[in-house]
């Protein structure tokens, strides 16, 4: 099956410091990854749809400066969080379909992110 | 606008008997449906979907769901419950006509298996 990867698997970081999560798709191409938030015990808020090779479109509410993001190629979106506060802390995901399962996301291992 | 409710934070089921997780939807057209299954500390895990055709959907693991259009509902099924089932289980919808790709996802269920 489709395989997705995340990468660092978590990040400690002080305020005030930016930190860089990277999505790879491992086996298939992808022009549209996206990005969720989970807080503990709650579900994913979407963040944003990361397009390739154009400007991602962010949900109502998401701060588009603070988390940014960067799909420079067909396998890999990125999302910065910049000047980041202990409230930024969370569980990143990223998912993918790949072209030919348009109905199937795959979903990477996620990223945990602790702000200090 | 879409929407997915999961009415159970948490379902407590024996080992071997029948589990259900219920979920109904709301969208403006037609649903695309999903269950994803979460371990801790994990991404998410396909189970299955309904996107036409039977309205019993199986899946992985032995699950199967619903699709109920007259009730709105999706909810995830399994005949025989394992303690390894126990994790946090997602459904989640996509409107037929959104091109975007985009889930919205409903609050979770907890599935506590004990021996």
């Known amino acids: 099956g489709a395989v997705v990867s995340q990468h660092p698997s978590w990040v400690i970081c002080k305020s005030g410091t930016s930190v860089k999560i990277e999505c790879r798709s491992l086996?298939?191409?992808?022009?549209?990854m996206f990005w969720y938030r989970q807080f503990p015990k709650q579900s994913l808020m979407l963040m944003a749809t990361?397009?390739?090779?154009?400007?991602?479109?962010?949900e109502q509410g998401v701060e588009k400066d603070k988390f940014l993001i960067n799909h420079a190629s067909l396998t890999l979106s990125t999302l910065t969080v910049t000047s980041a506060h202990p409230e930024d802390s969370s569980f990143y995901i990223c998912?993918?379909?790949?072209?030919?399962?348009?109905?199937?996301?795959?979903f990477g291992p996620g990223t945990r992110l602790t702000v200090t | 606008a879409q929407s997915v409710a999961q009415p159970e934070d948490q379902v407590n089921v024996a080992e071997g008997n029948p589990l259900t997780v219920k979920c109904t939807y709301s969208?403006?057209?037609?649903?695309?449906l999903f269950w994803y299954v979460q371990y801790p500390n994990r991404g998410l895990q396909f189970l299955l979907k309904y996107i036409t055709g039977d309205n019993l959907v199986k899946g992985s693991y032995g699950f199967e769901a619903e699709f109920n259009k007259s009730q709105t509902s999706f909810h995830l099924k399994k005949p025989s419950a394992l303690v390894s089932d126990s994790a946090l289980y997602f459904c989640?919808?996509?409107?037929?006509?959104?091109?975007?790709?985009?889930?919205?996802f409903g609050s979770g269920t907890r599935l506590l298996v004990r021996p």
């Open positions: 998912s993918a379909h790949p072209p030919s399962l348009v109905h199937e996301q795959y």
């Open positions: 086996d298939f191409q992808a022009t549209t």
């Open positions: 989640a919808v996509r409107d037929i006509g959104d091109s975007s790709y985009k889930l919205i």
């Open positions: 990361s397009n390739e090779g154009s400007k991602a479109t962010y």
């Open positions: 969208v403006s057209g037609n649903p695309y």
